[in-house]
């Protein structure tokens, strides 16, 4: 499956953003899919999940700011970034998975956009 993110950019300190990733495959729903984020000097780290069975879970620093979605009919899954800090900056990747175990014990993902770049000030 190819996913294509977009909706990055540079904003200031308390606003949104919202991205997305479209995916090739016909039936997005069967996979298990996230956000990570990079910045620069750091390990990418995941900051939501969503799992094939519509469970969500969020790294602690972006609970209750950051929301992730999936729009089946659309094939697009979507992260919505509230009250955004600088230290949200950085490169945000989709990924995409069968298995959910690629998003804990046996990582990493199999499929993975080319990112899009957050920037916070």
């Known amino acids: 499956v190819q996913l294509v993110e977009s909706g990055g950019g540079s904003v200031q300190t308390g606003g949104s953003l919202r991205l997305s990733c479209v995916a090739s495959?016909?039936?997005?729903?069967?996979?298990?899919m996230a956000w990570f984020r990079q910045a620069p000097g750091k390990a990418r780290e995941r900051v939501a999940y969503?799992?094939?069975?519509?469970?969500?879970r969020y790294e602690d620093s972006v609970k209750g700011r950051f929301t992730i979605s999936l729009d089946n009919a659309k094939k697009t899954l979507t992260l919505q970034m509230n009250s955004l800090r600088p230290t949200d900056t950085g490169m945000y990747y989709c990924?995409?998975?069968?298995?959910?175990?690629?998003?804990?014990?046996?990582?990493?993902?199999?499929?993975w956009g080319q990112g899009t770049q957050v920037t916070v000030s």
């Open positions: 495959s016909y039936s997005v729903r069967r996979y298990c």
């Open positions: 969503r799992d094939r069975d519509g469970s969500t």
């Open positions: 990924a995409a998975d069968l298995d959910r175990d690629a998003f804990g014990l046996r990582p990493p993902p199999a499929y």
